[in-house]
């Protein structure tokens, strides 16, 4: 038996995707037999405050679900003033109250 390897334009055409889509991005992680996941820092940019980097963790969880990511990782770092992110299990009470399915999980930086 012959076997075929797919590349990414034939799993999108399978799927009829684009991979912006959530849904088309959730069958191509199938067709793959992929899980993805998302390590966020919740890093504070130049000119804007601290409470707008945790906004936008929160809002990256709920987009990474909605693309059917599979986990979505909170760092752990202190020290650092342009990462925010030193209490990830507030945070990730915070992200399993804005999300359904997409696992959480928490990660420390050790440098």
């Given amino acids: 038996m012959e076997r075929r390897s797919r590349t990414i334009g034939d799993l999108r055409r399978t799927v009829g995707a684009n991979v912006h889509d959530g849904?088309?991005?959730?069958?191509?992680?199938?067709?793959?037999?992929?899980?993805?996941?998302?390590?966020d820092q919740s890093v504070a940019l130049a000119g804007r405050g601290e409470d707008e980097a945790i906004r936008d963790t929160l809002a990256l969880?709920?987009?990474?679900?909605?693309?059917g990511y599979a986990r979505f990782w909170l760092s752990e770092h202190h020290g650092l003033p342009s990462i925010v992110g030193s209490a990830p299990e507030i945070l990730m009470a915070a992200v399993a109250a804005?999300?359904?399915?997409?696992?959480?999980?928490?990660a420390g930086v050790m440098l």
Avoid: V
């Fill in 23 to 39: 849904a088309a991005a959730r069958a191509l992680c199938q067709a793959c037999n992929m899980l993805l996941s998302i390590l």
């Fill in 61 to 67: 969880a709920e987009h990474a679900e909605s693309l």
């Fill in 98 to 106: 804005r999300t359904r399915r997409i696992r959480i999980g928490s």
